[in-house]
């Protein structure tokens, strides 16, 4: 017979990916690696400086260009956005991500046709991909994913056992 994981254990290992689900969406929000766009040097004819000036990343809620000048897109700690009602703060999230994941792809495929359309040389030292952000987010998905099937594991086993919500008098 098989020796099954006590119900304590499956509920802490959900808490734990639960906290951990949390702590990488968090850190993939805050951070501004969703989108990169990278320029190589070009066979030396650009100093590594210069490169890099070119290049981008941006996340949800500002665009940096080349090394320090950052750009807010959206501010949403600002004092206005205290003043709107919750219902709505929601809906504006939801079209926020929704809108990032379609500027998203519809960028990269913007990039691809436009280096197809015209020359290819043009366009070789340029990069576009995304990010260690996008990627957190997609890590937070699966461990809340995982956190959600191990609080069902902890329900089922708890439903299995006779009386093991009784007390005894």
Not at 61 to 88: H, K, M, Y
Not at 99 to 123: K, L, P
Request: hydrophobic share 45%; charged share 15%; with cysteine.
């Amino acid at each position: 017979m098989r020796a099954a994981v006590p119900p304590g254990a499956l509920c802490l290992g959900a808490g734990l990916c639960g906290a951990l689900s949390f702590a990488l969406l968090a850190a993939s929000l805050g951070t501004d690696y969703w989108y990169l766009l990278r320029v190589d040097r070009e066979g030396g004819n650009r100093s590594a400086g210069e490169a890099e000036r070119l290049g981008s990343h941006s996340g949800l809620w500002r665009l940096c260009e080349g090394q320090n000048a950052c750009i807010p897109l959206i501010d949403p700690f600002g004092i206005e956005s205290w003043q709107v009602p919750t219902s709505l703060q929601h809906l504006i999230s939801l079209l926020t991500l929704s809108g990032t994941s379609i500027y998203i792809c519809y960028s990269g495929a913007a990039f691809t046709e436009t280096v197809r359309m015209f020359d290819q040389e043009r366009f070789k030292h340029v990069h576009i991909a995304f990010g260690w952000s996008l990627a957190l987010a997609w890590l937070s998905f699966g461990t809340e994913g995982l956190a959600g099937v191990l609080f069902l594991l902890a329900a089922r086993q708890l439903q299995l056992k006779p009386n093991a919500c009784s007390v005894s008098i």
